[in-house]
């Protein structure tokens, strides 16, 4: 007599093709809430670097051409800020050098006012060092990585086009 075992001996048979993904849709997906925080603090950044410029402007000189670093690191601070928050491709990677480089200078400034002696001019200092720190620390987080590796901003609404279509 056959056994009757309920189990066959016999593997299942699979598919070749893999299966659907679980993840994948079609719609786009929702900008994390860390992007969001990370252009705001790309903003707070620009302000920072606006506010160096201001303590570095004397009126009797005018403009020189120190002036410019401060108002293109702004510049690179408001692009990037608005690049991350759209979605552009590798906006992270621009927001965190537009972070990073008034982090250094700051950090020149704390180490200076600390060697003449700290006081208010101390803790001033290391209270501008909150915006590129924070900006900093939310560039490099992965939920705002992945929101700007595919390139959000310059996608067509209806998704990609096929490589043989007719535009």
């Not at 849709?25 to 410029?53: C, H, K, M, N, W």
């Amino acid at each position: 007599m056959p056994s009757s075992s309920s189990r066959s001996r016999v593997p299942a048979r699979r598919s070749p093709r893999p299966a659907a993904r679980a993840g994948t849709s079609a719609t786009p997906q929702e900008r994390p809430l860390a992007a969001s925080l990370a252009a705001i603090f790309g903003l707070l950044v620009a302000a920072v670097d606006g506010y160096l410029l201001w303590l570095l402007w004397t009126p009797e000189v005018g403009w020189d051409s120190y002036l410019l670093v401060p108002v293109l690191l702004g510049v690179l601070a408001v692009a990037a800020a608005t690049a991350v928050f759209l979605g552009v491709r590798r906006g992270w990677l621009f927001l965190a050098v537009a972070a990073a480089l008034p982090l250094l200078a700051l950090l020149a400034v704390v180490v200076l006012f600390a060697i003449l002696g700290g006081g208010s001019a101390l803790f001033g200092a290391m209270a501008l060092l909150v915006a590129p720190v924070g900006c900093l620390v939310l560039a490099l987080r992965r939920p705002v990585r992945e929101w700007t590796r595919s390139g959000r901003g310059r996608r067509p609404a209806g998704g990609r086009r096929e490589p043989g279509s007719a535009h």
